[in-house]
């Protein structure tokens, strides 16, 4: 199982991906979508957790970009602007339990990760 | 309170400051003070100066009516009497003319001429024929006068000087009152004769008494030296002295005002007729004349009292009425203005808030990640020596920021509700949510906050306006009450689509004469504490706009009960204002 954190936020990230690292969980990070977009392409992942207001792109678009590249993957969204707005444009996309407002708590994180991959495997 | 307390409109209770009243378009006391004045002033000024010259004109003519017509009674009587006295001296002045001296002399011709003039004139006594030397040469009458000599009685100078003499009225032998008229007729050889005849007045005091006078009239005649000569009905019998002055001479005839001897205010027409002794005089009771004119001055001044008591009325009704009209109109502009006031305010620490904590939401999550990332180190990675103390100080940290982060999403939810939206909402959360701004406070002064919810279901309301007037009221409520006080909330379906909800403390209450005031904008008791007095003012509009209505029952020193009624779906009531 691999992966993608995208946050502006470098502290965050990096410090997310070394917590789920310690937890087994193989996670890369970046800080841009462009960033994103050419992981995405030259390496698998399973799943991107997106931070719904990144510069440039947004969270949502990002995610359009990667799923035309890589239909199988799943996302789950993270902010830290818990209105209104990001949480429609969030649970459209995705259902709204894939939708995090930060802080994040590891554990909850871990479990909509192994949700949003256990439905994949449902889907499929 | 007082009656004219209860009258007294809304806009007369004046606000307490300066600034507030400021907030006003207009002096409200003062415009109504000066339209009822001026009104007043217009409509009442003009009538009561009409009144007051028509109460003159009519008393004037009124008076002058009675002056004329007692004047024109004494000329008409005047001209009878004067008349009955001129025909009689003219039918003596005939009976010289057609007869011969020694006709005159011959007793029963005299007689005979005496008859014709009793039947053709009437009121003739006796005749006789007095001779140049005063004795009295032939007579015919009821008494013995023949050879009676005249020459030194006054009236007989009279006659030979003015060759006609008129008497003054005496008593006969018979004691009937009687007048004499003498004329004299010169004979050509110098020499002279006077005819002389007496008359009985009773055809003139009967043309006299029978007289039509109103106001108690009395009309009678006297002498130059105010001896009646005909009977009076008040003013003494005939030959006496009659009790009114004598008026100054005059050759017309003349109305005088005098006072009678008992203060009475007499009407005096007189007149001096002509060629006579006699004064006619009339006189009436000024007072008595004037009652109908009494009659019409009471008529005249009701009229005036009822039409400015009905003025006034209407006056008064009508600015009134109109008065507060404005100042309800002005009112509702000034509590518009300060609810836009607020909303705008509200808005604008909706997005400071929301700002804010989306700012502190980023770093948050890093010390949140962070401190997370020690915590796993030390409990999941055996290179760190695993340590109670640390594990202890950064699950303290860890839990600071789920309190932050609490309170982050907190403010951003009311940010998101200041922005009107109908949506479904479960009261049970809602008042949940705003007790949460409070918790802390109700801890701290150890308040008891109760709440007894019947099963309400989700409802269509503004949640944002809806939590407003739930946080305003409860804040209110724990002003009001001491430490440990006890707040209860209750909510219950009324089952006509309505839900009400009540909020009651055990506070310290609101005073009677306060009550009504209390959603009025600007009402304040506590504006030296820096209430604007509007917290009330904007929750009643609030509940208005969605379709509710808000109650207050209060007692001093037993608490303070607000109950708001909600329609279940605010679309139905369709008088949201939103």
Known sequence: ?124 | MSIFGKLKPRFFILKQTADERAKYLVNFPLLWKSTVLLTAGVALVPLIFITAVDYNVTQKSIESEFLLRTSRIVSNTRRTISFFISERKASLDFIVYDNDPEQLEDPARLAAILENLKKGFGGFVDLGVIDSTGRQSNYVGPYKLRDKNYSDQKWYKQVMHRHVYISEVFLGYRKKPHIVIAVKHDLPNDSFFILRASLDIELFKNLLSRLELSGSGDAFIINHSGILQTPSRGHGRILEKASVLIPEFSPKTEVLEEKGPDGEVLLIGYNYIEGTPFILIIVKKRRLLMKSWQDTRLRLIAFLAVSVIVILAVILSTVTYMVNKIYIADEKRVAALHHAEYANKMASIGRLASGVAHEINNPLAIINEKAGLIKDLLTLKQTYSYDDKLVGLVDAILSSVKRCGRITRRLLNFARHMDVSIESIKLDDLIHDVLGFLEKEAEYRSIVVSINMQDIPEFQTDRGKLQQVLLNIINNAFAAMDDGGHLDIMAEGKGNGLVSISIADDGQGIPEGEIKHIFEPFFSTKTGQGGTGLGLSITYGLVQELGGDISVWSKPGEGTRFTISLPLNINEKGNSKI
């Open chain 1, 1 to 124: 199982m691999r992966i993608l954190l995208v946050d502006d936020e470098e502290e965050l990230v990096s410090t997310l991906a070394e917590r789920l690292a310690i937890r087994g969980i193989n996670a890369d990070w970046v800080t841009s979508g462009d960033a994103a977009l050419k992981m995405v392409e030259s390496q698998h992942y399973d799943l991107a957790v997106l931070d719904i207001k990144i510069p440039i792109i947004s969270g949502v678009s990002l995610k359009k970009k990667i799923q035309a590249k890589r239909p199988g993957m799943k996302f789950i969204f993270m902010t830290g602007h818990g209105s209104e707005d990001d949480f429609m444009a969030g649970s459209k996309e995705t259902g709204p339990e894939f939708y995090l407002v930060k802080p994040v708590d590891i554990k909850t994180l871990i479990e909509k990760i192994n949700m949003a991959l256990n439905r994949r495997r449902d889907t499929l």
